[in-house]
């Protein structure tokens, strides 16, 4: 999702509309109906990424991302 970032092929709920919302850095997922669907990686991604504090989703490179990354994992487990 990171990479995706950086190379501007991620869509954000922004660039759907030109007033600004509570969430409108986050990615929506793709549609889906099923149960089993919900597990993919089209769905499953952007609901993960949307759930990283933005302070982390908006680091400049991908080592600053994993070590910020990293770091809330473990705080948020050690809790």
């Not at 999702?1 to 501007?8: A, T, Y």
């Not at 997922?29 to 302070?55: C, D, E, K, M």
């Not at 982390?56 to 994992?73: A, C, G, V």
Request: glycine share 4%.
């Amino acid at each position: 999702m990171f990479k995706n970032k950086l190379s501007g092929n991620l869509t954000t709920v922004s660039q759907y509309h030109n007033y600004h919302v509570r969430n409108r850095d986050d990615v929506p997922p793709a549609y889906q109906r099923l149960g089993q669907a919900q597990r993919s990686i089209s769905f499953a991604g952007p609901t993960v990424w949307n759930a990283i504090p933005l302070h982390i989703r908006n680091s400049d490179s991908l080592p600053i991302f994993k070590t910020r990354f990293k770091h809330y994992l473990l705080n948020d487990y050690l809790r």
